[in-house]
């Protein structure tokens, strides 16, 4: 199994930037490709962007451009970078793990959330 810890979450103005972490815990990080997801109370929740145990990376179109994922394996976290942040993306944030290779990206193992929050 695998747990995983989110921060970084908070307010920021639209334009702004901010860094979500997740920190992996309890099996092999690296045979994990690993996700961000979004959800909007209501709404249907989107994934974000995934990278592989291989670094890989994969993005919606809605984030692509302005978000970045990363991992780094030795230290088994994975990272957000959101530049140029807008309203409308904000949401509650989930760090996700699955099983290297599922396609299209199915999480298997999802973490408690972080809140962010893009307001002026």
């Known amino acids: 199994q695998v747990q995983l810890v989110e921060s970084g979450g908070g307010l920021v103005q639209p334009g702004g930037s901010l860094r979500l972490s997740c920190a992996a815990s309890?099996?092999?990080?690296?045979?994990?490709?690993m996700g961000w997801y979004r959800q909007v109370p209501g709404k249907q929740r989107e994934l974000v962007a995934f990278?592989?145990?291989?670094?890989?990376?994969n993005y919606a179109d809605s984030v692509k451009g302005r978000f970045t994922i990363s991992r780094d394996n030795t230290e088994n976290t994975v990272y957000l970078q959101m530049n140029s942040l807008k309203p409308e993306d904000t949401a509650v944030y989930y760090c996700?793990?699955?099983?290297?290779?599922?396609?299209?990206?199915?999480?298997?193992?999802w973490g408690q959330g972080t809140q962010v929050t893009v307001s002026s």
């Open positions: 990278i592989t145990r291989r670094s890989n990376t």
């Open positions: 996700t793990a699955a099983r290297w290779g599922r396609r299209p990206y199915e999480a298997d193992y």
């Open positions: 309890g099996s092999i990080f690296s045979n994990y490709d």
